[in-house]
């Protein structure tokens, strides 16, 4: 079956970057927009960036525009989150999702395809 592995998080203090990747396997990763979504404790999942198939179209939430960059690289079957300048408000869970339909985003993320389990980015102050 399809599989989305994140990786990359940890516990760093404010200011500091951090960069995310997600691995997928088993599907055709260059038919497939990929996103990234974050859930806080306590809090719903949020949006927090997305790229088109090709990468020409990037998008981001508010709060991230600026300090986070979403890459892709298609030969490695890999979508990235640069995180910079990382704040305790960062702090939640990072998830990807893929969806061959649509450029997942926040009215979307409850219908993308497939998700990946997750990895904990913690910022401290």
């Known amino acids: 079956q399809v599989q989305l592995v994140e990786s990359g998080g940890g516990l760093v203090q404010g200011g500091d970057s951090l960069r995310l990747s997600c691995l997928a396997s088993?599907?055709?990763?260059?038919?497939?927009?990929m996103g990234w979504f974050r859930q806080a404790p306590g809090k719903e999942r949020e949006f927090v960036a997305a790229?088109?198939?090709?990468?020409?179209?990037?998008e981001y939430s508010a709060s991230v525009m600026g300090r986070f960059t979403i890459s892709r690289d298609n030969a490695k079957n890999s979508v990235f989150l640069q995180m910079n300048n990382l704040k305790p408000a960062d702090t939640a869970v990072y998830y990807c999702a893929a969806d061959s339909r649509a450029l997942p985003n926040k009215s979307n993320s409850k219908a993308l395809e497939f998700w990946g389990q997750g990895t904990l980015v913690t910022v401290s102050s």
């Open positions: 088993r599907l055709t990763f260059s038919s497939y927009a």
């Open positions: 790229i088109s198939t090709s990468g020409r179209t990037r």
